[in-house]
Each structure stands twice: as structure tokens, then as C-alpha cells.
């Protein structure tokens, strides 16, 4: 089927932009911990120059579970200060509050009306997160891949950088923008999820076979706020094994997952670390790691507290990266209307 030419689709014309499209969400709930960081954000900051960037803090998935309203508020904006304290920069990337687009909520209906529930029972994150309690869970906890689809396929994204929980959710968004695009005609661009091989999936301190969460114990994360005595006694405490050696064996999940964190964090090879460790004992190592999350993170925490100081100018930021991506949102909603018959 071939759709008529609009502006809409004009503005959005995919062949052949200067640099492909990433757009990520990361949501205001909880302290955005080291997961999140090593996961995601470093990449995001890490490859500014490489990509078109758009950014987003999800406020409308956070709302999926239920919050209190002056503490998302907070959250929202402590949470952009983090990302730019982490060295995202709004002059190279667009970071802006999703509530403040409103064409994700409305997208996200139109995408509603085409996605399958079959689909949507598939979904493990929401059997995680419901649990038993699947018949109180709101209908938005339901129905928030689609939301998250709608985010994705609004900037006609190329690529989306993620940790590897949402590896699901973003095939979701293929097969939503595949299915989208052989009944109507092509539409949205069909995203691929960024995925790297080491650090998309932290290990919770205290149970390393969980994934490390912002709803996790205290003791499960080290937040990129914390400062060094409370990361000292985290990593003082964190599981490891009655082993003695220092090295990375997959079977031995908690010393594997903090020896994945400092290989992150200090940028050496596998050789290299155990070379450096080979003979001593876990105190050591934790010390070293305890320094090595202390390095990283006394920078970023230093300039969240400036960009804390000034809500003014944070709230100027957002509502600037807010109108940098309107355009685009507007015009594949536009788009999407005219392709479902409702223009
Ligand atoms: P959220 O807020 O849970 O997490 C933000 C990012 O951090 C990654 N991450 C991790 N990476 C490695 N190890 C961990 N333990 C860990 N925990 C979290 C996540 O994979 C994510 O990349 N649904 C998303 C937010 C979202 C989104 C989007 C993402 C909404 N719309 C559109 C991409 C595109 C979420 O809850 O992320």
C-alpha cells in the first residue's frame, strides 16, 4: 500500500541522515544506581559525538506503580541533573521529560489499537513486576512496552541503547513497527536494540543472581549519589564466595559480577586484573574496587550538587530539549494519524 506524501512524512524522510538516531528512557524512580550507569548512561554519554541523540527521563512510566507526587516531581529533576552531571551535554544530545512531549501518550493509544494482547502477555518484565498481584497492578503496568514502543518509534530511532533487561521490550517495538508498517504502508523506522557484552547486566550486591534494581534493598546498589563511606561499607558487605581466588569464572556469580563492575569502572582487560590481584585476597580487591567506584563517581556527584543549585536553568534545560524534539514527535503522529484514517 502506498501511503500519499505529507509534510509529516516529509519532515521525517529516513533515506539518509548524517548520523543515525539513538533515543533512550531511563525512569524517575528510586536512586539511579551504578547498573544503570555502567548499562547504559556511560554509553549514552560515550557516544555523543558519534550519534543524533534524544534522551528522555520517563516520568510517564514511572507513574505505572504507584508514586507520590512531590517526590516524582523531585525525582524527575534530580534524575536530568544526574544524566548531565554524568556528562550528557544538551548543546549534543536532547534530554527532555516525556510528559512534556505529549505525543507519547497519544502515540502510544494509536499503538494500543494495533498491538496484540497475546503480545503483551509474552512480556516477562510485567509478570516480574505484577507478580502475584496481577489483578491489582494498574492497567498502565500492563500496557507500558507500548508506551515505550510509542517513545522509540516517535523519532524514528535507528538504534536504542539499553541494558539487557530491556531486550525484550525493544523487540516488542520491532514487531510493533513491522506489523505498523505492512497494514498502513512504511511508517516508523524499525529500531534495533545497542546491547553491549560486558555491563548490561549488573548483578545485585547482595544476591548476585538478581539484577542490580533501584527497587532493590539499599544494600543491593551503590546509587551514583552515594558518597565513599556508604560505597565502602556496600562493597564491604557484598556477596562474594568462600573461594579464595581472584578471578573471572562465571560460575562464581557475586566475585564475577565485582570484578565485571571494576573492569568497567578502571577500563583493563580480563588478564590484566587478575594479573593485578593474583596472590591477594578479596579485601584488597574490594578496597580497590571501593576506589575505583569513589573515582568515578566523586566527579559526577560534584556537579550534580552545582546543577541542583539552580532548578531554574535545569527546568530551562528540559523545556529546551523538550521543544528540540517536538518537531519530530509532532510530525510522526501526524503521520501515524493521516496513515490510521484519522486525518
Ligand atoms: P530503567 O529506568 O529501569 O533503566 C535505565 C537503563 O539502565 C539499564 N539498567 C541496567 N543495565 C545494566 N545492569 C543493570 N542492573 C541495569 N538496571 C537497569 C536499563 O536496561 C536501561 O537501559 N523501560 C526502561 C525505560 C524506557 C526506555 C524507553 C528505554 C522507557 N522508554 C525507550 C529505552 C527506550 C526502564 O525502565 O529503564
Not at 541494558?163 to 506489523?179: K, M, P
Request: glycine fraction near 6%; charge should be negative.
Amino acid at each position: 500500500m502506498s501511503a500519499p506524501t505529507t509534510a509529516a512524512s516529509a519532515a521525517n524522510a529516513t533515506p539518509k541522515r548524517a548520523r543515525e538516531r539513538v533515543f533512550s528512557g531511563i525512569q524517575p524512580s528510586g536512586a539511579p544506581h551504578i547498573g544503570n550507569y555502567l548499562g547504559a548512561i556511560r554509553h549514552w554519554v560515550a557516544e555523543q559525538d558519534i550519534f543524533d541523540n534524544i534522551y528522555c527521563v520517563v516520568d510517564l512510566h514511572a507513574i505505572t506503580v504507584p508514586q507520590d507526587p512531590g517526590e516524582l516531581r523531585e525525582n524527575v529533576r534530580q534524575l536530568a541533573a544526574t544524566l548531565l552531571a554524568c556528562g550528557l551535554d544538551p548543546q549534543r544530545s536532547a534530554l527532555f521529560v516525556q510528559s512534556h512531549v505529549h505525543e507519547h501518550a497519544e502515540l502510544a493509544w494509536l499503538l494500543n489499537c494495533v498491538t496484540p494482547m497475546g503480545w503483551l502477555n509474552r512480556m516477562t518484565q510485567f509478570k516480574t513486576k505484577a507478580g502475584d498481584d496481577r489483578e491489582t497492578v494498574s492497567a498502565g503496568l500492563y500496557d507500558y512496552p507500548v508506551l515505550m514502543a510509542a517513545d522509540i518509534l516517535l523519532y524514528q530511532t535507528d538504534a536504542v541503547p539499553v541494558g539487557d533487561d530491556q531486550r525484550q521490550h525493544v523487540e516488542l517495538t520491532r514487531d510493533i513497527a513491522n506489523s505498523f508498517n505492512a497494514r498502513f504502508g512504511e511508517t516508523f523506522v524499525e529500531p534495533r536494540a545497542l546491547i553491549r557484552e560486558v555491563g548490561a547486566r549488573i548483578m545485585a550486591l547482595d544476591d548476585p543472581a538478581k539484577k542490580m534494581s533501584k527497587s532493590g534493598a539499599d544494600t543491593s546498589y551503590i546509587a551514583l549519589l552515594d558518597p565513599p563511606e556508604v560505597i565502602r561499607k556496600k562493597i564491604a558487605r557484598a556477596t562474594t564466595d568462600s573461594q579464595r581466588t581472584i578471578v573471572f569464572d562465571e560460575s562464581r556469580p557475586g566475585i564475577f559480577n565485582l570484578l565485571t563492575i571494576y573492569q568497567l569502572l578502571v577500563g583493563q582487560s580480563r588478564e590484566q586484573i587478575e594479573a593485578e590481584f593474583a596472590g591477594k585476597g578479596y579485601k584488597e580487591f574490594k578496597a580497590a574496587l571501593t576506589e575505583g567506584l569513589v573515582a568515578t563517581l566523586t566527579p559526577i556527584q560534584q556537579r550534580y550538587n552545582q546543577l541542583v543549585a539552580d532548578p531554574a536553568e535545569l527546568d530551562r534545560l528540559l523545556a529546551g530539549g523538550a521543544e528540540r524534539v517536538r518537531p519530530i514527535s509532532h510530525a510522526t503522529l501526524a503521520q501515524v494519524q493521516q496513515r490510521m484514517g484519522l486525518r
